[in-house]
């Protein structure tokens, strides 16, 4: 046991982390119908409080950039007070959390945003349908360079909401197809202004909106979270690798407390087109040409085993890992390491955005399964 090196603290900016394990930022829209934290939040994170680091799921910081109903937001001042108790509570238990904030751009249907058109970089919609109306994606409208400063500029609201919140960090949602990943790629960005074309271009929109949270937090607690090679809802690179080379070159400069960085998943659905160059070809031994590019902290994301986690940040190729499958069916997933209990690994997805408290609160702990193995009345975690 003492030899996991996941087990070791670790300072990322100005966070002291008590462990290496991370929760990955997990939509499960269990907030009310105004995107206000509920109590039932408040248990489910505070459950994770053993965790080196909590990373919430993605918030929005105005109505027009919500793509799932009921999640917790963070542009009024209730929400703000929702998020609050969420807080406290892990501080209580001695937890670290940091508040994903986003912007779903082009991956909003009308009828989410109460008939007004979705934004993106461009008018370009994604193929198909979207998953959660069952209706296909509409037409976004093109951001002018004045609606994209009132977005930045929501983005800072966000931020001042999430900081008298008392989270002990922010991290931009670049990744997965959204807002400021639709800016990123070159699939969906043709603009032929500033914030389109080049790849310095193209990350201007990232980069204002990280200086802005960098205004309000400190540098010592910003993150940004980005997929690459991320292939979801369409999404596409040219040259993935170019890009990042860009990206992280201007982050070192920042000086923030991390970056969390998806790989590619070769269980997505959407991929593997075609006339597109398969990711293991555009990144090439991902985590570790990745590491060559950023001399800050890097969190690692994506199907990773605790074992193949130990390796990585054995090897210093990443600070720490985050979870997200093993997260949501281990919320003692800490507890389970130090003992060498074993995992729950399921990866039955029935619950995850629905079912109120089931898959939420009602998770055995490794404890509660032994109890209810030797016939004692099962105990429901809370
Ligand atoms: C139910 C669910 C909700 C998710 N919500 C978010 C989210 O809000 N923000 C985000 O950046 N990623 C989100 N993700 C992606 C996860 O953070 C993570 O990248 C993914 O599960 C892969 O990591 P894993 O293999 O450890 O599960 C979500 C994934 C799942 C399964």
Redesign the pocket.
Same mark, same amino acid.
Do not use: V
């Given at each position: 046991m003492d030899n996991k090196i996941l087990l070791s603290p670790v300072q990322l900016g100005d966070l002291h982390l008590k462990n290496r394990l991370v929760v !990955?930022? =997990?939509? $499960?829209v269990r907030a009310d119908d105004k995107g206000i934290p509920t109590d039932m939040m408040v248990k489910h994170y505070t459950l994770r409080s053993q965790f080196g680091l909590i990373i919430t799921? !993605?918030s929005s910081t105005s109505h027009n950039s919500k793509t799932f109903g009921n999640s917790g937001n963070i542009y009024t001042e209730e929400q703000m007070q929702g998020w609050k108790k969420v807080v406290e509570s892990v501080h209580q238990q001695g937890g670290l959390i940091c508040l994903?904030i986003w912007h779903g751009g082009r991956t909003t249907n009308k009828v989410q945003i109460e008939g007004r058109d979705p934004v993106a970089p461009s008018p370009i919609a994604i193929n198909g349908q979207n998953r959660y109306t069952n209706l296909p994606y509409d037409v976004p409208h093109e951001l002018t360079i004045q609606e994209i400063k009132e977005v930045v500029e929501e983005f800072r609201k966000g931020a001042i909401n999430a900081k008298n919140a008392g989270f002990d960090a922010i991290q931009l949602?670049g990744? %997965?197809s959204y807002l400021v990943d639709e800016f990123l790629k070159d699939s969906s960005n043709k603009r032929t202004d500033e914030y389109g074309g080049s790849i310095p271009n193209r990350c201007r929109f990232a980069l204002e909106v990280i200086d802005v949270l960098i205004s309000v937090f400190g540098a010592g607690r910003v993150s940004v $979270?980005f997929s690459p090679t991320g292939r979801t809802n369409d999404m596409y690179d040219s040259n993935p690798l170019e890009l990042m080379t860009y990206l992280l070159s201007e982050l070192d400069k920042r000086n923030i407390a991390f970056v969390e960085i998806?790989r590619y %998943?070769p269980f997505d659905i959407h991929i593997n087109k075609s006339d597109q160059i398969s990711p293991e070809i555009q990144i090439p031994d991902f985590f570790k040409t990745l590491r060559k590019l950023y001399k800050g902290n890097i969190i690692g %994301?994506?199907?990773?085993t605790l074992t193949e986690a130990e390796t990585l940040v054995q090897e210093k190729t990443v600070e720490a890992v985050?979870?997200?499958? =093993?997260s949501i069916f281990n919320p003692d997933l800490v507890q389970r390491y130090v003992n060498d209990w074993p995992l729950n690994q399921s990866t039955d997805r029935t619950y995850?955005?629905v079912g109120g408290e089931k898959l939420y609160l009602d998770v055995p702990l490794y404890t509660d399964e032994k109890k209810a193995e030797n016939g004692e009345n099962q105990v429901i975690s809370q």
């Open positions: !990955a930022p =997990l939509t $499960r799921e !993605a994903q949602h990744a %997965n $979270r998806k %998943n %994301n994506d199907s990773i985050s979870f997200g499958m =093993l995850f955005y």
